[in-house]
């Protein structure tokens, strides 16, 4: 059921793969409610991900771009204006990747270079983005700027190696942009803690699925789906969430909160 939430908006969504891809998600929703979007990934993930057939489904351009690269971003953010006519009213970062949880590298004997690379991708390319479109000034008055993120920024789950200090970073990013974007034109800046969700890139940690069994029955709710935040994501990219900012919004079922649970103790 659409309800219209985004009537006239226009967006760039990061991170669209495949259909587990939570921003593939949350691309569908912004269409359903009424949002023009441009769909971005990069060159090397759009060889084996199916976002052009995506962009089809939604009749949204795809424009492919490096997040690391400011030269990428600059024309992204260009292109995009011109395909939408007009400014940026919201952005969703979904980007993520660690060569040590891929190379099943521990936490104890890290690659240092693929530590620096995972900062770049996961969470140095947020403030790239951001820094891209503020110096463009390409976001309108009031917009909103997301990034999803996991609770391991704030507790500790020793097989997200060096991603929980990456996700942290992408935090605290948030945060600090999130002051200048306010100041100049309102354009908020927020992060979401998902859940553990069942995404390509989620089911590539170590023991994934047995700790998804494990948030599903700590949380009081269940794990929340990727469908559901793509909600959430809808939400706060809408007016009703206009002064909401600066803020890390756990979306997981109430797990954040929870000490323990009866049924864990049951297992």
């Known amino acids: 059921m659409s309800n219209n ?3 006239g908006k ?15 998600k949350v691309a569908e929703r912004c269409v359903a409610e009424g949002a023009q979007i441009v769909l971005t990934n990069a060159p090397v993930a759009m060889r084996f991900g199916e ?16 997040a690391t690269s400011l030269e990428d971003l600059e024309k992204l953010v260009q292109d995009s204006m011109k395909a939408l006519n007009g400014k940026i009213d919201f952005v969703l970062h979904s980007i993520g990747m660690s060569l040590n949880v891929r190379k099943k590298r521990e936490y104890t ?15 140095i390319s947020f403030h790239k ?19 999803l993120t996991y609770i391991a920024a704030q507790r ?16 605290s990013f948030a945060r600090s942009f999130g002051y200048h974007f306010g100041e100049r034109n309102k354009v908020r800046v927020n992060t979401i803690s998902q859940s553990p969700t069942k995404t390509t890139a989620g089911s590539g940690v170590k023991g994934f699925d047995e700790f998804f069994d494990y948030a599903d029955k700590m949380s009081p709710l269940g794990n929340a789906p990727a469908d ?14 206009r002064m909401v900012t600066m803020q890390n919004l756990y979306h997981d079922g109430g797990f ?6 009866p049924k864990i103790l049951d297992m």
């Not at 976002?51 to 490096?66: F, M, S, T, Y």
């Not at 559901?228 to 969430?241: E, I, K, M, W």
């Open 5 to 7: 939430l985004l009537a």
């Open 10 to 24: 226009k967006g760039i969504i990061f991170g669209a793969l495949d259909d587990k891809s939570i921003a593939t």
């Open 51 to 66: 976002i052009q057939k995506l962009g089809e489904q939604l009749n949204a351009p795809v424009i492919p771009a490096d």
């Open 109 to 123: 004997d890290l690659n240092y270079d693929w530590m620096q690379k995972t900062f770049d991708i996961s969470a």
């Open 129 to 147: 983005v951001m820094q891209t479109l503020w110096k463009m000034d390409a976001m309108s008055d009031w917009g909103s700027i997301l990034a």
């Open 156 to 171: 500790t789950f020793p097989d997200y190696n060096e991603m929980a200090e990456s996700k942290a970073l992408l935090e």
């Open 228 to 241: 559901a935040c793509a909600d959430y994501c809808v939400l706060l990219f809408s007016d009703f969430t």
């Open 256 to 261: 954040s909160n929870m000490g323990m649970s």
